[in-house]
Structure formats: C-alpha cells, structure tokens
C-alpha cells in the first residue's frame, strides 16, 4: 500500500495489528469496482433487525446491559469492505453506544472489546462520547477476555470501570508511525517521480523521496504529540498523574490482567457473565429502606 500522508497512519495500536491493517487497506485498494456495494448488498441480505437504530448488529442484550462489541482493528470511518476484513470503525463505535443509550429498559452499557488497537483519527473524540454518556446519561463499563490495546484501551478506559479475565492482554500505550519510501525499488523499474510542494511540510511522507532530517523530525513531532494526548487522556480517565502513566504503563507494554491492576490500568478481574449479573439491575434489586 502507498503511504501518501504520513499523518494519516498514525497508529495507536501494535504493530502486528498495523501490519494487519496495511494489508487489509491494501487488499481493499485492490478490490475491483462495485466490491463496496456487494458487500452492502451481502450484509443489508443477511440483517433485517432495525433495533439499535440499525446497529444491532454490534450489540448484545441481557438484561438490562446492552454489551456493544467493539473487535478488530479500530478505524476512522467504517465501511462495508471494512466489515469484511474485520474492522470496527470509531463512527460505528459511537453509534452503537449512543443507540444502546436511548433503548428502552437498557440501564447499562458494557463495551466488550477485543482489539489490538487502531488509527489516531478519532479515537478522542469516541472516548469523548462515551464518557459524556457515562456522566450524563448511564453507566458505561469496559470488558475484555482477549485484547485491549493502545487506541482500543483508551476507549476502554473512557468508561467508569474495566474489568478483564486473568490472560487478557492489557495496554500496549503508545503511537507509531512507518513510512515507505519506494524510491530505490521505483529507481529499478525505470521510474523516476518529481514531487512538486508549496509549503515547507506538505510533501512530507510521501513514498517517493527519501525523508530529509527535518522531515524525521517533523514526523516525530507528530508521533509525540499524539503521544501526549493519549497520556493525558488515560491520566484523566484513571485518575493518575500524566508523569505516573508515563513511568509505569505509557511504555508499549503489554500487561496480563493481574499485572494491570497493579499498574492502576483496569479494575477488576471477572468473566463476562459475572461483569454482567454484577451490571444487570435483575440481579441487584433496590435494597428496602429501613
């Protein structure tokens, strides 16, 4: 796949799931016209439920818990093809909660993630949602029994509480960036670009000239800064210093459940259905006045 911006490939995830996701982008650049409106045609066949405002497709209902599964790799905007290659976009994601939300006899929401995480692009602004929705509107809570990763742990970590099973991988807190420049196999084929710019960075990334210094440095301006955002945000989400989570869990490690508990990264250690007796207002009933 042809990396045109740079910026467009910050990635908070790992990097065996960018690698993934640079395959899966690339296989869809390749799919022939008309791919897009088969697979609609394929899902819109299969999907004839219209609850959840057309999202129940992402969401699971017991009780009074609505569990929208957030799986794969994490991208801006989703599509059919997307789908596909097992994809969730953050449009979908914030959709899904928002329609779980306004559902009648829904009293919980329960993100059940299972992701190595996923694109930059807009990854605040669905952390954002979930927690306007946890604050002004019902509780949202976070699970994982698999994988909650970089981009997929801040979403996770937007909700009031995570819970996770003891081997679930937790963390992997960072951004990375990888740039293709092509221009020496381009070189061996006869081919030879001229890249035209106005604008000191605007032809930055591009896969046909080698990356300048100040082009590096550029670039890692943008990794660190995203970087920084992420930090801030899972400070503020759980209740930690920026400087704490930078030292003990802001590293790109991976963390056994166990293990993240101790660092302050998730809060309990349940299986799904003991998160949800514990969620569902069923199992809880008001406690009598005395």
Not at 31 to 46: F, L, N
């Amino acid at each position: 796949m042809i990396n045109h911006n740079i910026l467009d490939y910050l990635w908070a995830g790992t990097y065996g799931g960018f690698i993934q996701y640079i395959e899966a982008r690339g296989r869809m650049d390749a799919a022939p016209p008309g791919a897009e409106i088969e697979a609609r045609a394929y899902y819109e066949s299969d999907n004839d439920d219209v609850r959840y405002q057309g999202y129940e497709y992402m969401i699971d209902t017991y009780g009074s818990v609505a569990s929208v599964q957030i799986r794969g790799s994490l991208v801006a905007q989703s599509s059919f093809l997307s789908h596909m290659f097992g994809m969730t976009g953050y449009d979908e994601i914030q959709n899904a909660v928002a329609a779980a939300a306004q559902e009648p006899g829904i009293e919980n929401i329960l993100l059940d993630i299972d992701s190595p995480g996923g694109s930059v692009n807009g990854v605040a602004e669905t952390g954002s949602v979930i927690r306007a929705i946890d604050e002004n509107v019902m509780p949202v809570s976070a699970f994982t029994s698999g994988q909650m990763a970089s981009a997929a742990y801040w979403l996770g970590s937007s909700a009031r509480e995570i819970h996770a099973t003891d081997m679930a991988s937790i963390g992997s807190i960072g951004v990375i960036a990888v740039h293709q420049e092509m221009s020496e196999a381009m070189k061996k084929e006869g081919i030879k670009p001229t890249v035209f710019t106005a604008g000191k960075y605007k032809g930055v990334g591009n896969p046909y000239e080698p990356l300048s210094d100040s082009d590096k440095s550029y670039i890692q301006s943008k990794v660190d800064g995203a970087y920084g955002f992420f930090v801030n945000a899972v400070a503020e989400n759980r209740g930690l210093t920026s400087d704490y989570v930078k030292e003990n869990a802001a590293t790109g490690e991976d963390f056994f459940a166990r293990d993240a508990i101790g660092v302050g990264l998730i809060d309990r250690l349940n299986s799904f259905q003991d998160v949800v007796k514990l969620l569902d207002s069923s199992h809880n009933p008001p406690q009598q006045g005395i």
